[in-house]
């Protein structure tokens, strides 16, 4: 079967073995036996103790990791890793990185601070580094930016 992979730097879920597939309104756990190469953000899987008949029964369901689970990036970022983290722009807390929003033109940073929300570019231009052990991405935007 073809798992999806809803990130936009699927590369970090190419070695993953297992997978919480949610049918009728329940996750049930399912080791792989087989796993082809990362085609874009397609992954060919083969579910253990599962025939390709019964595979089919799954087509459509929504497929989770738990947290735990989730690789770390060894540099750089996928939208689920920092969720949560803290966003800088110099010394300065900007707010917290809620969401990652897949956009045609770029994704964007949702960054909430009490009741104000940002939308920022997730751009290369913008982020300054990123400090996973402390959960701190910093940014250097344009002047202005937070003022829109």
């Known amino acids: 079967m073809v798992l999806y992979i809803d990130s936009f730097n699927p590369q970090y879920f190419g070695e993953i073995e297992s997978v919480f ?30 025939s390709a008949e019964e595979a089919s029964r799954f087509v459509g369901c929504s497929a989770y990791l738990p947290e735990k689970m989730l690789p770390v990036p060894k540099e750089g970022f996928y939208d689920k890793a920092i969720l949560g983290y803290t966003a800088y722009q110099g010394n300065k807390a900007i707010g917290s990185i809620t969401d990652v929003v897949e956009n045609s033109a770029q994704n964007l940073f949702i960054i909430e601070q009490r009741e104000k929300e940002y939308l920022i ?17 910093y940014l250097e935007l344009p002047e202005g930016l937070l003022d829109l």
């Open 21 to 50: 597939l949610e049918f009728n309104r329940e996750l049930i756990p399912f080791f792989f036996t087989e796993r082809g190469k990362l085609k874009g953000k397609k992954l060919i899987i083969k579910l253990e103790d599962v």
């Open 121 to 137: 570019p997730a751009v290369e231009a913008f982020i300054q580094r990123i400090e996973h052990p402390e959960k701190i991405v």
